[in-house]
């Protein structure tokens, strides 16, 4: 951290920062230039406030030098992170596709579709027993029941399950069926709910936020891995912007801006993504092209009976076509499928 005094600052003011920040357990080293003083800070920088060296007489402002998320970044661990799932392992050269339907309707569909997504190349059904609704009057999910049907959909095919959990006091259940936790876009800040997750073993897709910052979502992830599970895959999902013409604005060039920033597999849900059956394909492929280690994408048989996220929803034959055409561009970029 690099504290820049204000050009008129006085000797005492500089004296006073420099002493605050020994206080703080850093290490001043104060550089007096021609026109300006600046304090370097040696040490750990990131449990000392900016805001409070920032609010101190003299102190013009502070730069960090540190990311302010340290497990997460590639500062402190430079090899990319393998998250196993099952045999399979998200962040290795083979790119992970997780299908399924957005919510668990029914059994038989859900066992029929987790039968149909496996043949056509999927490591992972998808599907949420528990629903994040805008509206507390539209379907909230088949909770409990909806995990027993993933269980067993597990149990028919040898698919992992990933599903969401929306509460921390939830944790356990979802844990016990599910082999990720999904964490959702509007849980991304749910600081408890982060850290149930990272309290439990298994591995957690965290969602971006919907008008999360890069830097927000890696610091939700530290959330997680601080408490001690280091499983964690970031799925960008899209951003809420001004634009209309799709359902939120997928951010593909985060991928390849966090693989500079961290060691955590990245997957891209193109369906919420982008809210439109045509452009999931396209997507997709472009998700992959730019390093992508997997993808989410919500996949139903009858995408107009769908009780969520029809319109958005590709069927089972069009996924199997999908992954064929997802196989050729990761050959194209060195990675299999
Ligand atoms: C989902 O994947 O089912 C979901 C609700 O997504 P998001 O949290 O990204 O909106
Ligand atoms: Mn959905």
Not at 15 to 20: D, E, F, G, K, L
Not at 177 to 184: F, R, S, T
Not at 206 to 218: C, D, N, S
Not at 304 to 333: H, M, N, P, Y
Request: hydrophobic share 45%.
């Amino acid at each position: 951290m690099i504290i820049v005094m204000k050009p008129e600052a006085t000797k005492d003011q500089v004296a006073h920062v420099a002493s605050r920040v020994t206080e703080l357990g850093l290490e001043p080293h104060t550089i007096v230039g021609t026109e300006r003083t600046v304090v370097a800070l040696v040490g750990d920088e990131r449990p000392v406030s900016q805001d409070l060296l920032e609010s101190m007489p003299g102190v013009e402002k502070v730069v960090p030098i540190l990311a302010p998320y340290k497990m997460a970044s590639v500062e402190m661990h430079r090899q990319p992170t393998q998250v196993k799932v099952d045999g399979f392992a998200f962040g290795g050269r083979k790119v992970g596709l997780i299908a399924g339907p957005c919510t668990v309707e029914d059994r038989s569909m859900l066992i029929e579709l987790a039968h149909e997504v496996k043949a056509a190349g999927a490591v992972a059904l998808r599907g949420g027993a528990f629903k994040p609704r805008t509206s507390p009057y539209a379907f909230q999910g088949l909770a409990e029941t909806g995990l027993r049907y993933l269980a067993e959909a597990r149990e028919a095919t040898g698919l992992a399950v990933v599903t969401e959990v929306m509460a921390p006091e939830q944790v356990p259940m979802v844990a016990q069926y599910a082999d990720v936790l999904q964490i959702g876009a509007r849980n991304m800040q749910n600081y408890d709910l982060l850290r149930a997750a990272g309290n439990q073993p298994k591995p957690v897709m965290l969602k971006r936020g919907l008008a999360a910052t890069v830097e927000e979502w890696l610091l939700a992830a530290e959330y997680i891995l601080k408490q001690g599970n280091e499983n964690v895959i970031l799925c960008e999902r899209g951003v809420r912007t001004f634009e209309q013409h799709t359902r939120f604005t997928l951010s593909l060039s985060v991928v390849p801006q966090l693989k500079q920033l961290s060691h955590l597999p990245v997957i891209v849900d193109p369906s919420h993504g982008t809210g439109r059956r045509k452009l999931i394909e396209p997507m997709s492929l472009a998700a992959i092209a730019c390093g992508a280690d997997g993808l989410i994408i919500e996949v139903h048989d009858h995408p107009e009976e769908a009780v969520l996220d029809g319109q958005q929803s590709i069927t089972s034959a069009e996924f199997a076509r999908l992954v064929a055409k997802c196989r050729r561009v990761a050959e194209a970029v060195d990675r299999d499928l």
